[in-house]
T-cell receptor
Framework: EAQVTQNPRYLITVTGKKLTVTCSQNMNHEYMSWYRQDPGLGLRQIYYSMNVEVTDKGDVPEGYKVSRKEKRNFPLILESPSPNQTSLYFC??????????????FGNGTRLTVT | DQQVKQNSPSLSVQEGRISILNCDYTNSMFDYFLWYKKYPAEGPTFLISISSIKDKNEDGRFTVFLNKSAKHLSLHIVPSQPGDSAVYFCAARKGGSEKLVFGKGTKLTVNP
């Protein structure tokens, strides 16, 4: 089954404790992206990657890191999480970043709470 | 600056009637628009899209209309079904860009 898999689904952590949210897709997609969803703010892009070893900042990259060493994986790293990073996070992928005939496929989300 | 606006946080309609979800945008460089649907505890799923060279795209019960002069698009669902109850996100792409800009979403409730 074609899917984007995020882990974990739920995570509670404390301020400053490094964490990684994993994302993997099995569709051989070149484009991958991370979003966060907050009440009243919708979906905002954190980082995206056009292909292996190619990453770029989205609209809200501060406090986050990403890496794309393999085509299928795109982990999101919070080196020193803070309470304002409490949010619902989504990983997404598509064949191309242009999205024409290639809509984004989203994972089921990771709900992160930073205390 | 919010470039894609969904001004109605929620909408409630009766089963069998039409649902109309609206989206306004400010950037005239947007050339491709998409609608995503999101159920609780799931990620958004692609619903329908439209290119700026068209003014209408239809897929079954779902139709998207684009009015470029007004910078406005709408999603029509006819007839509405209880299973359509979800949050709907409007998204837009700037020509040649690899980024999508999303609206805040509209929660649709279809009452049986």
């Amino acid at each position: 089954e074609a899917q984007v898999t995020q882990n974990p689904r739920y995570l509670i952590t404390v301020t400053g404790k490094k964490l990684t949210v994993t994302c993997s897709q099995n569709m051989n997609h070149e484009y991958m992206s991370w979003y966060r969803q907050d009440p009243g703010l919708g979906l905002r892009q954190i980082y995206y990657s056009m292909n292996v070893e190619v990453t770029d900042k989205g609209d809200v990259p501060e406090g986050y890191k990403v890496s794309r060493k393999e085509k299928r994986n795109f982990p999101l790293i919070l080196e020193s999480p803070s309470p304002n990073q409490t949010s619902l996070y989504f990983c997404a992928s598509s064949w191309t970043g242009g999205f024409l005939n290639s809509p984004l496929h989203f994972g089921n989300g990771t709900r992160l709470t930073v205390t | 600056d919010q470039q894609v606006k969904q001004n109605s946080p929620s909408l409630s309609v009766q089963e069998g009637r039409i649902s109309i979800l609206n989206c306004d945008y400010t950037n005239s460089m947007f050339d491709y628009f998409l609608w995503y649907k999101k159920y609780p505890a799931e990620g958004p799923t692609f619903l329908i899209s439209i290119s700026s060279i068209k003014d209408k795209n239809e897929d079954g019960r779902f139709t998207v209309f684009l009015n470029k002069s007004a910078k406005h698009l709408s999603l029509h669902i006819v007839p509405s079904q209880p299973g359509d109850s979800a949050v709907y996100f409007c998204a837009a792409r700037k020509g040649g860009s690899e980024k999508l800009v999303f609206g805040k979403g509209t929660k649709l409730t279809v009452n049986p």
